[in-house]
């Protein structure tokens, strides 16, 4: 099967720094990514998206990089507050091959006040 | 509260008995998943409804593992003769055709098999 993977499994920052997590998959027929945060207790919560024909989309203090050459993926958060203490998952889908979405193994983020 | 619910949040159970869990989506979605999470891990697909048809399962799926989603509403998703590596966190969630990876994810049935 495929795999995403994280390259970080924890992260810690200093609130008001920029954090950035760090995400490889292996399937490079995959098109579609998508990070999401999960804090103890609940289940996930999406992030942000970005396509294939995409290199860089930018949300609210988050941007998401893809580089399709070294198949990598990149989550940076800006101003970094003790509230984006969580766990964050990368996923991936090849849209032509159907509706499953697949998880890496999830990156810890602790936000140091 | 307009969100994914899901109950029961948590079931204990022995080996061998069968459960049932409940998903509610939001109203307006028509796509449905379900996903296994244990400790330490990203969600695993299980399987994905559109409306009330059951159009994918993924391959690891047991056959003791079945789901329904009888209206195109809310979801069930059973496992028969369960046995103790069936303990997770199992994730319902629900989304718009369009926005097929924009998930919302209900809290989850944790389930613990003695």
């Known amino acids: 099967g495929e795999s995403v993977g994280l390259h970080l499994p924890t992260l810690s920052v200093q609130e008001g720094d920029n954090s950035i997590i760090n995400c490889a998959y292996s399937n490079s027929a995959s098109d579609y990514f998508i990070w999401y945060k999960q804090e103890s207790g609940k289940g996930p919560q999406f992030i942000i998206d970005i396509r294939s024909n995409m290199d860089k989309r930018q949300g609210q203090r988050v941007t998401v990089l893809l580089n399709k050459t070294v198949k990598h993926l990149s989550l940076q958060i800006a101003a970094t507050q003790p509230g984006d203490s969580a766990v964050y998952f990368c996923a991936e889908n090849e849209r032509h091959a159907g509706n499953q979405f697949y998880f890496g193994t999830g990156t810890s983020l602790t936000v140091i006040p | 509260d307009t969100g994914v619910s899901q109950n029961p949040r948590h079931k204990i159970t022995k080996r061998g008995q069968n459960v049932t869990f409940r998903c509610d989506p939001i109203?307006?979605?028509?796509?449905l998943y379900w996903y296994r999470q244990t400790l330490g891990q990203g969600p695993e697909f299980l399987t994905y409804?559109?409306?009330?048809?059951?159009?994918?399962k993924s391959r690891l799926l047991s056959d003791r593992f079945s789901a329904e989603r009888p209206k195109g509403s809310f979801s069930t998703l059973e496992i028969q003769r369960t046995e103790q590596g069936d303990s997770a966190m199992y994730l319902c969630?629900?989304?718009?055709?369009?926005?097929?990876?924009?998930?919302?994810f209900g809290p989850g049935t944790r389930l613990t098999v003695t």
């Open positions: 969630a629900s989304s718009l055709d369009m926005r097929a990876g924009e998930q919302y």
């Open positions: 109203s307006e979605h028509n796509r």
């Open positions: 409804f559109q409306n009330e048809a059951q159009l994918e």
